[in-house]
């Protein structure tokens, strides 16, 4: 079986939701979930692993839309859509809407917050 480590914002209202699901779906415990936040060791700088999305698959880091792609393939259910995702065509779709959610994220997570309270 793969190893693999995900680190995420655990400040993040939106990360928090998602990994929430994720470690639902997540019904073989196949991945090791790290608060970016709160870790006492990242593989990069802290502000580097908050800003976007990190996955280390089997010793290999991967950022962005092949760090999702990862973590989908360790899922059941969504493993199709991760091994989609080793097609170069299709990865680079799925960072292209990566990079459009980065820039809408800081409006998302302002709502989430004040969905929140």
Request: contains cysteine; aromatic residues 8%; proline residues 5%.
């Amino acid at each position: 079986m793969t190893q693999l480590e995900v680190w995420h914002d655990g400040d993040c209202p939106l990360c928090r939701r998602e990994i929430a699901l994720m470690r639902r779906l997540d019904t073989r415990g196949a991945i090791h979930f790290i608060d970016a936040t709160h870790a006492e060791s990242c593989p990069l700088d802290r502000a580097a692993m908050l800003a976007r999305f990190h996955a280390r698959e089997d010793g290999t880091l991967l950022s962005g839309a092949a760090a999702f792609a990862a973590m989908w393939r360790a899922i059941p259910l969504l493993r199709p859509l991760g091994l989609a995702a080793r097609n170069p065509r299709v990865l680079g779709i799925l960072e292209r809407g990566y990079l459009f959610f980065l820039r809408a994220r800081p409006r998302l997570q302002r709502l989430a917050r004040w969905r929140d309270t």
